[in-house]
């Protein structure tokens, strides 16, 4: 199942506790930030939090940026990989 975080936060929110409750049928993440669908740490979902949650829960999957870059794109890129970060301090 591919998980879709935006349609997700704008349909009930309590993204934390609804990845850890999906994350058997997962496959795959798009992320994008509410409201404005840009990148994260534009809008109120607090993906550091959420990428945490992810990694906790042992989440090895693909998670795809699926967002506009609210100014520069690069700095949209440079958003999105801090905001999943968690997954390149767990690697050695």
């Known amino acids: 199942m591919m998980l879709d975080l935006y349609h997700a936060q704008l349909g009930e929110g309590n993204l934390i506790e609804l990845v850890r409750s999906a994350l058997p049928y997962i496959g795959e993440i798009q ?4 409201p404005g669908r840009c990148e994260p740490g ?3 979902i607090n993906y550091g939090a959420v990428a945490r949650a992810l990694a906790d829960a042992g989440y090895e999957g693909t998670v ?3 967002a506009w870059a609210k100014d520069d794109s690069t700095a949209a890129l440079d958003a999105f990989r801090a905001a999943f970060s968690v997954y390149a301090e767990e690697k050695p």
Request: proline share 0%; no cysteine.
């Open 31 to 34: 992320v994008a930030d509410v």
């Open 42 to 44: 534009t809008g109120e």
């Open 64 to 66: 795809g940026m699926e």
